[in-house]
């Protein structure tokens, strides 16, 4: 007697043996080039250099789909942050910045 479903029985063992052992995920961005980076970092920057208090670069990113798109990370005070937008869009662009005590803590 020939019991269905065995192909899927073994597929999902598989799947669960490739999760189970760690297999690398795809990824959409990849880091920048020495220029690429100090191209990001200089954009990333200017937008707080009117601020009292300067910002802190932290990292880059570029898009693997398409190299006209990059993030950074960049730390800042929360209070600036907070006077140029409402804390629900603070929130829903995950910004993160040092408050009064010096930790760095979601603004939103």
Request: aromatic content about 6%; some cysteine; charged content about 25%.
């Amino acid at each position: 007697m020939h019991r269905a479903g065995g192909g899927f029985t073994i597929a999902c063992l598989a799947v669960g043996a490739a999760l189970a052992l760690g297999v690398p995920t795809a990824s959409a961005d990849r880091a920048p080039s020495k220029a690429e980076r100090t191209a990001i970092k200089r954009a990333a920057v200017k937008w707080c250099s009117a601020a009292p208090t300067s910002c802190e670069f932290r990292k880059a990113r570029v898009s693997t789909r398409n190299e006209r798109y990059a993030w950074a990370t960049v730390i800042g005070e929360c209070s600036y942050w907070r006077k140029r937008a409402p804390d629900r869009v603070l929130r829903d662009l995950h910004v993160r910045g040092l408050v009064d005590s010096g930790a760095i803590r979601s603004c939103g």
